[in-house]
């Protein structure tokens, strides 16, 4: 069973570079019905209702090509999907607890004043971080080739969020270290 979401987490990541070759060789409606295919497995794996933003923006883009039988909502999904990301982290920032120190109860449930402020702080960076990489995903969208688009939002942008979760990791361990001193 773990095989099988660790293919459609494989696959969903795959997307863009999906899109771009499936856009070389069939018609966008054709691509837009993998997409939903992609969409019913996701969801029928998915165990939490976390994904089903997700899966409602990539309908939403899916139905739109099917629609129009042009490209661009496909090419605009990474976009929506940082907007998605953006609303669930800012939305948990006015409706506390935070996404992340949510996560980080899940490791340790009793977190100290010091770990909430800091979750809420790495919070509103994953907030930043998607205002940027979302507008960068519309840039692409809008502004760059098929292949521009294909290798920020397949790639560079898997590399930013890698150095984002390194960087904050780094980070949590001086922040943990001080703490442990004062």
Not at 98 to 112: K, N
């Amino acid at each position: 069973m773990a095989w099988r979401n660790w293919s459609l987490v494989a696959l969903t990541l795959c997307y863009p570079v999906m899109v771009y070759a499936g856009l070389q060789y069939w018609p966008p409606r054709m691509v837009a019905l993998l997409l939903i295919a992609l969409m019913a497995l996701r969801l029928a794996a998915a165990r939490q209702a976390g994904w089903w933003p997700m899966a409602l923006a990539a309908g939403a883009a899916a139905l739109a090509v099917l629609a129009s039988d042009d490209a661009m909502p496909l090419k605009l999904y990474p976009a929506l999907v940082n907007a998605v990301l953006l609303a669930v982290f800012g939305w948990s920032l006015w409706r506390p607890p935070s996404i992340v120190e949510r996560l980080a109860r899940l490791r340790e449930p009793s977190l100290s004043r010091t770990g909430v402020a800091y979750t809420r702080k790495v919070t509103v960076a994953w907030c930043l971080f998607f205002c940027g990489n979302g507008a960068i995903a519309l840039g692409t969208a809008l502004f760059a080739s098929d292949r521009a688009w294909a290798v920020y939002n397949g790639a560079v942008a898997y590399v930013l969020i890698g150095a984002m979760f390194a960087g904050e990791w780094l980070v949590r361990q001086r922040v943990m270290a001080e703490s442990r001193h004062d």
